[in-house]
């Protein structure tokens, strides 16, 4: 197994794929990724990215990747655990220029307690980044500095969700993703430590080679299949083997957690009636309309919980439950534990 991790090189094959780079190596040398940390930013989401990084240069036994942090106004920047991480330079350092640029990749790296609004120094250096042809992301809320900067117009963003409801109200043209991490057209965003994990080995498959994200994943991530980012109703909603109009009322559903539509609107959408709409979920789901959207709205649930710090009150408004107690009771049922129990498990494997 070591040998066959030590033999793994880069495919090669087209450069780009989607505007994302295809080889790990550009004109020779490693592709240079550059992390700008606000104050308060997320250690755990920040070492996932690093860790990626890292551990590809390993497997592939060759430096595929290099990176640099960086700090808006001081070099030494506080993360959310309380622990300053030293950087590579400050913002005003970035040279993103076509020829002369010291990066290939910027991430912006946030965080719980990180600022919402930024500074106009990051927002111009991230039109520059972009406006020559870098690729850029943003992590948490780093990735609302992204939309500040107006390059996530065409790219749906994927964010923390306690930043989803500041995001409609404020930049409404801004499309929300629905999954925890997206990567499309030169952009990537995550929004919490598990799913920037999952967004750099997406990535790696694109900016490396296949061989080398799986190597990664083997090593980082074993038990990805079971808690993947990307839900089994994500994978559902773009499975082509399902007829349109179900995948169009899976999608509907994912889109419409916090107000769940009835049985009645979602079939008018889809433009079928609610029995051939329930006929359609039973005869390929082996459940009811209904039944599946209780489900997802329980699932979406027990990953708040886990993911995030909200209250049970908030998550339970949040997934389209009326009353908390209604919310924890319904989740009892399904899940086996109630959402307070399910809270502390996650504070004791901290």
Same mark, same amino acid.
């Given at each position: 197994?070591?040998q066959e991790?030590a033999?793994?090189?880069?495919?090669q094959?087209?450069d #780009?794929?989607?505007?994302r780079?295809?080889?790990a190596?550009?004109?020779?040398?490693? =592709?240079?990724? &550059?992390?700008?940390?606000?104050? #308060?930013?997320?250690?755990?989401s920040?070492? $996932?990215?690093?860790d990626a990084?890292?551990t590809?240069?390993?497997?592939?036994n060759?430096?595929?990747?290099?990176h640099s942090?960086?700090?808006?106004s001081?070099?030494?920047?506080?993360?959310?655990?309380?622990?300053d991480l030293?950087?590579? &330079?400050?913002?005003?350092n970035?040279?993103? $220029?076509?020829?002369?640029r010291?990066?290939d990749?910027i991430?912006?790296?946030?965080g719980y307690?990180?600022?919402?609004m930024? $500074?106009?120094?990051?927002t111009?250096?991230?039109?520059s980044?972009?406006?020559?042809?870098?690729?850029?992301?943003?992590v948490?809320n780093?990735?609302l500095a992204?939309?500040?900067a107006?390059l996530?117009h065409?790219t749906p963003?994927? *964010?923390?969700?306690?930043?989803?409801? *500041?995001?409609?109200e404020k930049?409404?043209?801004v499309?929300?993703a629905d999954?925890? #991490?997206?990567?499309s057209?030169n952009?990537?965003?995550?929004a &919490?430590?598990?799913?920037?994990?999952e967004?750099?080995?997406?990535?790696?498959d694109?900016?490396a080679s296949r061989n080398?994200?799986?190597a990664?994943?083997? =090593? *980082?991530?074993?038990?990805?299949?079971?808690?993947?980012s990307?839900? $089994?109703?994500?994978?559902l909603?773009n499975d082509p083997?399902?007829p349109?109009?179900?995948?169009?009322?899976?999608?509907?559903?994912?889109?419409? =957690?916090e107000?769940?539509l009835?049985?009645?609107?979602l079939?008018?959408?889809?433009?079928?009636?609610?029995r051939?709409?329930?006929?359609?979920?039973q005869?390929?789901? &082996?459940?009811?309309?209904?039944?599946?959207?209780?489900? *997802?709205?329980l699932t979406?649930?027990?990953?708040?919980?886990?993911?995030?710090?909200?209250?049970?009150?908030?998550?339970?408004?949040?997934?389209g439950?009326?009353?908390?107690?209604?919310?924890s009771n319904?989740?009892?049922?399904?899940?086996?534990?109630?959402?307070?129990?399910?809270?502390?498990?996650?504070r004791?494997?901290?």
């Amino acid at each position: 197994m070591v040998q066959e991790l030590a033999a793994l090189k880069p495919a090669q094959t087209d450069d #780009h794929l989607a505007g994302r780079p295809r080889r790990a190596k550009i004109e020779g040398r490693a =592709i240079r990724v &550059g992390f700008i940390l606000l104050d #308060h930013f997320s250690m755990m989401s920040y070492a $996932s990215a690093v860790d990626a990084l890292v551990t590809a240069n390993l497997v592939s036994n060759d430096r595929l990747f290099s990176h640099s942090n960086f700090g808006i106004s001081d070099l030494r920047v506080p993360s959310d655990l309380g622990i300053d991480l030293a950087t590579d &330079g400050l913002l005003t350092n970035l040279n993103c $220029s076509q020829d002369t640029r010291a990066l290939d990749v910027i991430v912006v790296i946030g965080g719980y307690r990180s600022p919402l609004m930024y $500074s106009h120094q990051l927002t111009e250096k991230l039109k520059s980044a972009a406006s020559h042809e870098l690729a850029v992301g943003g992590v948490w809320n780093g990735s609302l500095a992204l939309v500040q900067a107006g390059l996530m117009h065409a790219t749906p963003v994927a *964010l923390h969700p306690d930043n989803h409801a *500041l995001l409609r109200e404020k930049y409404p043209a801004v499309r929300l993703a629905d999954k925890t #991490h997206e990567i499309s057209a030169n952009r990537l965003s995550a929004a &919490g430590p598990n799913s920037t994990l999952e967004m750099m080995l997406e990535w790696l498959d694109f900016a490396a080679s296949r061989n080398v994200a799986r190597a990664v994943r083997e =090593i *980082l991530a074993p038990d990805s299949l079971s808690t993947s980012s990307i839900s $089994s109703s994500h994978m559902l909603q773009n499975d082509p083997s399902l007829p349109e109009a179900l995948r169009s009322a899976i999608q509907l559903m994912r889109a419409n =957690i916090e107000e769940p539509l009835t049985s009645e609107e979602l079939a008018a959408c889809v433009n079928l009636s609610r029995r051939q709409i329930e006929r359609l979920f039973q005869s390929h789901l &082996g459940t009811s309309p209904s039944r599946y959207y209780f489900e *997802l709205r329980l699932t979406q649930a027990q990953r708040l919980l886990v993911q995030t710090s909200d209250s049970i009150t908030r998550i339970s408004l949040a997934c389209g439950f009326v009353s908390s107690s209604h919310f924890s009771n319904c989740f009892k049922d399904f899940f086996g534990e109630s959402p307070s129990v399910v809270r502390k498990k996650k504070r004791v494997v901290k």
